[in-house]
Nanobody, 118 residues
Framework: QVQLVESGGGLVQAGGSLRLSCAAS????????MGWYRQAPGKQRELVAV???????NYADSVKGRFTISRDNAKNTVYLQMNSLKPEDTAVYYC????????????WGQGTQVTVSS
């Protein structure tokens, strides 16, 4: 059974930084994509950043230049370094593991709250 455990959320002032971590455990195919999505109150869940097992990355326009996604394949862990945080970054951040192939599947973490005060 695959589990994703997130850590690193919290309260920070605008302009500050936070680092999120997500560790995946269990058995899954090594060719995959890990990433972060977020959901603010009253809004749909949206992509923040994703990274493939080959370390190709994709970012939402709203976070480009401020957030950096990285991963440690040996630890099955993905990180999100968030700098220059803005109040509009406030949301619950969810870790995602996407498995490709005929049995494609998405796993989700429980979510971690990020609150940016102005």
């Amino acid at each position: 059974q695959v589990q994703l455990v997130e850590s690193g959320g919290g309260l920070v002032q605008a302009g500050g930084s936070l680092r999120l971590s997500c560790a995946a455990s269990g058995s899954f195919f090594s060719i995959n994509t890990m990433g972060w999505y977020r959901q603010a109150p009253g809004k749909q869940r949206e992509l923040v950043a994703v990274i493939t097992s080959g370390r190709s990355t994709n970012y939402a326009d709203s976070v480009k230049g401020r957030f950096t996604i990285s991963r440690d394949n040996a630890k099955n862990t993905v990180y999100l370094q968030m700098n220059s945080l803005k109040p509009e970054d406030t949301a619950v951040y969810y870790c995602n593991l996407h498995i490709y192939g005929s049995s494609a599947y998405d796993y989700w973490g429980q979510g971690t709250q990020v609150t940016v005060s102005s």
